[in-house]
């Protein structure tokens, strides 16, 4: 698949602070960008995702914003709390399947 | 807990002997993928099962790998000749696919972690 490049790699803030993470992708097929929190031993699990047809979207304190023209997308949260803290990864869709940044490993200091 | 289960969580098998993975997806789902991960790395793409065909593989996927869903349910994920380096996180997600072609968010299982010693 195509690479997806993801910064920065590891980010900290403090608690109430905002965070955002931007990915950048190649594949100008691709039409579908979700991101996924993976906490340490546990499996990746969806937060957020966009669609190619949609600019912005957000659910509470997490927005995405998405760039087609630019390649880009990123993934901005707000009013950050302790549990925020775990490894974001973003994604591309190729064809059927899903190309994954190296992971933000983001940590949220009280 | 009825999402993606794996089996087993963990498998510790010596270079050169051969191991198995199964996956169970989420009923409904008709999609399924394998994906490995190393660490510090984010998923990597193996291969894609749409019901019970195996549609894609990734380029990188050596021959000792091998996977089948003969019945569009459940899959297994075979590797020959275990190396070192084939040590990873292998994970399972699966998702559905409507006639209409929406496709609904990827789930992913808790994963199979191998070592190879």
């Known amino acids: 698949g195509e690479n997806v490049e993801q910064h920065p790699s590891t980010l900290s803030v403090q608690e109430g602070d905002s965070a955002v993470i931007k990915c950048t992708y190649s594949?100008?097929?691709?039409?579908?960008f979700p991101w996924y929190k993976q906490e340490l031993g546990k499996r990746p699990q969806l937060i957020i995702d966009?669609?190619?047809?949609?600019g912005e979207k957000k659910d509470q304190r997490i927005a995405v914003t998405l760039n087609k023209t630019a390649k880009h997308f990123s993934l901005h949260i707000t009013e950050t709390q302790p549990e925020d803290s775990a490894v974001y990864f973003c994604?591309?869709?190729?064809?059927?399947?899903?190309?994954f940044g190296k992971g933000t490993s983001l940590l949220v200091t009280p | 807990d009825t999402g993606v289960s794996q089996d087993p969580r963990h498998k510790i098998t010596k270079r050169g002997q051969n191991v198995t993975f199964r996956c169970d997806p989420i009923s409904e789902h008709n999609r399924l993928y394998w994906y490995r991960q190393t660490l510090g790395q984010g998923p990597e793409f193996l291969t894609y099962?749409?019901?019970?065909?195996?549609?894609?593989k990734s380029r990188l996927l050596s021959d000792r790998f091998s996977a089948e869903r003969p019945k569009g349910s459940f899959s297994t994920l075979e590797i020959q000749r275990t190396e070192q380096g084939d040590s990873a996180m292998y994970l399972c997600a699966s998702s559905y696919r409507s006639s209409r072609g929406l496709n609904t968010e990827a789930f992913f299982g808790q994963g199979t972690r191998l070592t190879v010693v």
């Open positions: 966009i669609r190619s047809n949609v």
């Open positions: 994604a591309a869709s190729f064809g059927y399947a899903l190309n």
């Open positions: 594949d100008s097929a691709s039409n579908y």
């Open positions: 099962f749409q019901n019970e065909a195996q549609l894609e």
